[in-house]
């Protein structure tokens, strides 16, 4: 069955490289790589290819293991949600992304922060067939990640800290930068406001608190750093487009 499975994506990626043999090119240069990672999925999100760089990123896993696999299958869930959210955004808007900050676990299975740049692969008609990823790791010598480095430390503090008081003007200080600079470069990266990323974090922890927890509404609330409840419920349905109480009732149908 494994012969099968594996030769199975094999052949879907002979036939990418049949319609766009640029592709071929990409794989061979970038296959030995250790400092980028490079990757190319189908457009339902299944690894076709990935490079040396990329196996580092799943520690303990064989190049067969992950061939044919998606994110879900590969990485924590929390991550996987953030990589298929951004290659739908892709596919959706059909314009590549560039400098995205993101976090990707290490070799050693910790979380670090990278800067992806995904694109469209398309064929001789115009038609969109594949995507590629391309990852680097944040400490990579460049003047781009040393501006971004400046920042990742904010980022990590908004999601691990979400719950407490935090401040934009004491995130930029802490960043060694003003709150013009740190806005910009935040929205450079992520392309939302620090303020605007620090209430969707609070609201990601509450959709879960909702989902999997008994907590009343104004519990969750203040779990999640928010003032007071009807602040809360404003803004969780500004996000996703459902009051708490119903995004409770959905989730929980659905389980």
């Known amino acids: 069955m494994s012969n099968t499975y594996k030769t199975e994506w094999e052949t879907?990626?002979?036939?990418?490289f049949a319609q766009a043999p640029s592709l071929t090119l990409l794989e061979e240069l970038f296959?030995?790589?250790d400092e980028v990672s490079i990757c190319i999925k189908d457009l339902e999100g299944?690894?076709?290819?990935?490079?040396?760089?990329?196996?580092?990123?799943?520690?303990?896993?064989?190049?067969?293991?992950?061939i044919g696999k998606n994110?879900?299958?590969?990485?924590p869930h929390a991550l996987a949600v953030g990589y298929q959210q951004q290659d739908q955004q892709l596919l959706t808007k059909g314009q590549n992304l560039h400098d995205q900050l993101e976090m990707i676990t290490n070799p050693d299975g910790t979380l670090g922060w990278y800067i992806t740049s995904k694109v469209l692969a398309k064929n001789v008609d115009g038609m969109v067939i594949a995507i590629v990823g391309m990852s680097r790791d944040l400490h990579a010598p460049t003047e781009k990640a040393k501006r971004?480095?400046?920042?990742?430390v904010a980022l990590k503090k908004i999601q691990n800290e979400y719950a407490k008081p935090l401040r934009v003007q004491q995130l930029a200080e802490e960043s060694g930068l003003s709150v013009s600079q740190f806005e910009r470069i935040m929205r450079s990266m992520i392309q939302i406001t620090p303020s605007q990323y620090?209430?969707?974090?609070?609201v990601e922890a509450a959709a879960v608190l909702l989902r999997d927890s008994d907590k009343n509404i104004a519990a969750v609330a203040m779990d999640c750093g928010f003032s007071d409840q009807p602040s809360f419920c404003k803004q969780f349905k500004r996000v996703t487009g459902l009051s708490?109480?119903?995004?409770r009732k959905m989730t929980r149908n659905e389980n």
């Open 12 to 16: 879907r990626l002979e036939a990418l």
């Open 31 to 33: 296959a030995r790589l």
């Open 46 to 66: 299944h690894y076709l290819s990935v490079n040396n760089a990329f196996l580092r990123s799943v520690p303990k896993l064989r190049r067969e293991d992950v």
């Open 71 to 75: 994110a879900f299958d590969l990485y």
């Open 148 to 152: 971004y480095s400046k920042v990742a």
């Open 198 to 202: 620090l209430i969707r974090q609070r």
């Open 244 to 247: 708490p109480l119903k995004y």
